[in-house]
């Protein structure tokens, strides 16, 4: 099955973006692009709705222009790549994560043209982040032009959240052709006055972080041999702290969908909340692909 690359459009600058970077990821992946509008209301509601109209919407003449125009421009900035477009009577969200379940990958913007300037990423796109049945890459407007070189970054915590992640991350750093860089993030030394308890902590945190990484580049050397692996232990007052300052030398952050003090019912936990909202490059969420 040649699952596409999906991305929602809606001819938001984010959406755009957010194309640009779904055009690149479907070339490195041979697959074709689906370039997708859902034409109704986040809700599932159209709008405008008359009242005494009970029918769904027909899709949008313009949207459909829309969609058109921009897979055009992408097949001309992108040779050999191969573009579908669809309109689709459901909320966005809703819509991205139903075509996430024959997807290789869903490409979001975080905000979309109902978004709002404060929230840095919008409610399809969290949604869609946190619901996927594949993985979902998150990218914002200002990020363009698109890195290219520098190495993938993945956070290490022993989770099976993680063990996702690490294996995503090294298959796009392969991709790529890039470094992929294992993190894990310890914690601060900040508040202990007691030089014993200092060297005891810095003890355990180090014995663990090595044990951790290196139990991750094991599982990555076996399936990539040749991909170039760093290890780099951070040691700073929170994980997400951690992964976003490092995300600033980074062309892509790998994130799990949950680490060790995740809830069962939370399909985003709060690290990689933080990391999809304040990463200095773009952050690939990882859903396994149902």
Same mark, same amino acid.
């Given at each position: 099955?040649?699952?596409? %690359? %999906? %991305?929602?459009?809606?001819?938001?600058?984010?959406?755009?973006?957010?194309? @640009?970077?779904? =055009?690149?990821?479907?070339?490195? #992946?041979? #697959?074709?692009?689906?370039?997708?509008?859902?034409?109704?209301?986040? &809700?599932?509601?159209?709008?405008?709705?008359?009242?005494?109209?009970?029918?769904?919407?027909?899709?949008? @003449?313009?949207?459909?222009?829309?969609?058109?125009?921009?897979?055009? @421009?992408?097949?001309?900035?992108?040779?050999?790549? /191969? $573009?579908?477009?669809?309109?689709?009577?459901?909320?966005?969200?809703?819509?991205?994560?139903?075509?996430? #379940?024959?997807?290789?990958?869903? $490409?979001?913007?975080?905000?979309?043209?109902?978004?709002?300037?404060?929230?840095?990423?919008?409610?399809?796109?969290?949604?869609?982040?946190?619901? /996927?049945?594949?993985?979902?890459?998150?990218?914002?407007?200002?990020?363009?032009?698109?890195?290219?070189?520098?190495?993938?970054?993945?956070?290490?915590?022993?989770?099976?959240?993680?063990?996702?992640?690490?294996?995503?991350?090294?298959?796009?750093?392969?991709?790529?052709?890039?470094?992929?860089?294992?993190?894990?993030?310890?914690?601060?030394?900040?508040?202990?006055?007691?030089?014993?308890?200092?060297?005891?902590?810095? =003890?355990?945190?180090?014995?663990?972080?090595?044990?951790?990484?290196?139990?991750? &580049?094991?599982?990555?050397?076996?399936?990539?041999?040749?991909?170039?692996?760093?290890?780099?232990?951070?040691?700073? /007052?929170?994980?997400?702290?951690?992964?976003?300052?490092?995300?600033?030398?980074?062309?892509?952050?790998?994130?799990?969908?949950?680490?060790?003090?995740?809830?069962?019912?939370?399909?985003?936990?709060?690290?990689?909340?933080?990391?999809?909202?304040?990463?200095?490059?773009?952050?690939?969420? /990882?859903?396994?692909?149902?």
């Amino acid at each position: 099955m040649n699952r596409p %690359v %999906v %991305v929602g459009v809606d001819g938001s600058p984010s959406s755009l973006v957010a194309a @640009e970077h779904a =055009a690149r990821a479907a070339l490195l #992946r041979s #697959r074709p692009l689906l370039l997708v509008h859902g034409y109704l209301h986040a &809700s599932g509601y159209g709008v405008p709705l008359n009242p005494y109209d009970v029918g769904v919407p027909v899709p949008s @003449e313009e949207a459909q222009k829309m969609l058109e125009r921009t897979a055009a @421009e992408l097949i001309g900035r992108w040779p050999g790549l /191969a $573009v579908e477009v669809r309109q689709v009577a459901g909320g966005p969200g809703v819509t991205m994560i139903e075509e996430s #379940r024959g997807a290789e990958l869903v $490409v979001v913007g975080s905000r979309g043209l109902g978004g709002f300037a404060g929230l840095l990423l919008g409610s399809v796109g969290a949604q869609v982040a946190a619901h /996927a049945h594949c993985p979902v890459l998150v990218v914002r407007p200002d990020e363009q032009p698109i890195p290219v070189d520098a190495p993938v970054l993945v956070g290490v915590d022993g989770s099976e959240s993680s063990r996702l992640a690490v294996g995503l991350g090294a298959d796009e750093a392969a991709l790529r052709d890039v470094p992929l860089v294992l993190v894990h993030v310890g914690p601060a030394d900040g508040g202990r006055t007691v030089p014993e308890e200092i060297e005891e902590s810095q =003890a355990v945190y180090q014995a663990e972080a090595v044990r951790l990484l290196a139990d991750a &580049s094991t599982g990555v050397r076996a399936g990539h041999p040749d991909l170039v692996v760093r290890e780099h232990p951070v040691r700073t /007052a929170g994980a997400a702290q951690g992964l976003i300052e490092a995300s600033g030398t980074a062309s892509l952050l790998v994130v799990g969908t949950r680490g060790r003090a995740g809830f069962a019912g939370l399909l985003l936990g709060s690290v990689s909340q933080a990391a999809i909202q304040h990463a200095h490059c773009p952050v690939l969420v /990882a859903h396994p692909v149902s």
